[in-house]
């Protein structure tokens, strides 16, 4: 299990090499204790 609030996410750039191409990036992050609340303090 990572600390999520210390993790950096990113995705790197696309270099085409045609006229096509595309990305799609889906980051998902489970929390405890509730969604885009702030954490409780014992999580921390």
């Not at 993790?7 to 509730?34: A, K, W």
Request: no cysteine; aromatic share 10%; net charge negative.
């Amino acid at each position: 299990v990572l600390n999520d609030a210390k993790m950096i996410h990113e995705t790197t750039p696309i270099q085409p090499i045609g006229s096509y191409g595309y990305r799609d990036t889906l980051v998902v992050t489970f929390r405890h204790n509730g969604f885009q609340e702030p954490p409780h303090r014992q999580d921390q």
